[in-house]
């Protein structure tokens, strides 16, 4: 089964300052996706950021990157210029895409989320 | 075009009684999938739906049950309620058709089991 790992429960950053925040994963599969998602007080999950495995550059959106290391199983993600908006609490997730991954393509594994604090 | 819709939103219940919440993927999706989220064990999958079918279920007792119907709206039915099954119940869709769909997920509902 995989796991994902997010040492940091807490994060904060000033406003305008770049602030990173770790996710390990540990998998046996080659093929799969990697998921930041963002839970803001609202309690609904919106995706910031998705990698493919297979892809060796790393995703960018917008303030939003991430550094992948297949090799290491390291997936952390980068947020540049916070702003106030961007306080939540973050979760990386991992989703089979392997056709013989037993139907856990149909599944997302999240880690248990980092708060990150903005401070103005 | 709308988002994930889910009903009801905030509920309390009694322990021993059941519960049904509802969920309305965006239009044209065709996988709904369910999980619960709880300050102890995070966010945990319940199950996934697609055309009808369940094609993935977690690790969850067979109090949690749930089904989809033709126009793709799902239900999840928790019976004879415990304590611990006070959780935020978010409900996610896709298209299902291609692994790499982006899953939206909805704002969830709040269910205290008192």
């Known amino acids: 089964a995989q796991t994902v790992t997010q040492s940091q429960p807490e994060m904060s950053v000033q406003e305008a300052e770049t602030v990173t925040l770790s996710c390990t994963y540990d998998t046996s599969e080659s093929d799969y996706y990697l998921f930041w998602y963002k839970q803001p007080p609202s309690r609904q999950m919106i995706l910031v950021i998705r990698?493919?495995?297979?892809?060796?550059q790393n995703a960018t959106e917008n303030r939003f990157s991430v550094n992948f290391q297949k090799a290491a199983k390291s997936f952390s993600l980068k947020i540049s210029d916070s702003q106030l908006g961007d306080a939540a609490m973050y979760f990386c997730a991992y989703r089979s895409a392997g056709l013989n991954s037993g139907g856990s393509n149909y599944k997302l594994t999240f880690g248990k989320g980092t708060l990150l604090t903005v401070n103005p | 075009k709308a988002g994930v819709t889910q009903t009801p939103r905030y509920l309390i219940k009694t322990r021993g009684q059941q519960v049904t919440l509802s969920c309305s993927p965006i239009?044209?999706?065709?996988?709904v999938s369910w999980y619960q989220q709880t300050p102890g064990q995070g966010l945990q999958f319940l199950f996934e739906?697609?055309?009808?079918?369940?094609?993935n279920k977690g690790n969850f007792p067979g109090r949690f049950s749930g089904r989809q119907f033709s126009n793709s709206r799902s239900e999840m039915n928790v019976s004879t309620l415990e304590l611990g099954d006070s959780a935020l119940y978010l409900c996610?869709?896709?298209?299902?058709?291609?692994?790499?769909?982006?899953?939206?997920f909805g704002e969830g509902s709040w269910l205290t089991v008192v």
């Open positions: 990698q493919e495995a297979y892809k060796q």
């Open positions: 739906y697609f055309s009808e079918t369940q094609r």
């Open positions: 239009s044209g999706h065709r996988s």
């Open positions: 996610a869709s896709s298209s299902g058709q291609i692994v790499g769909n982006t899953i939206y």
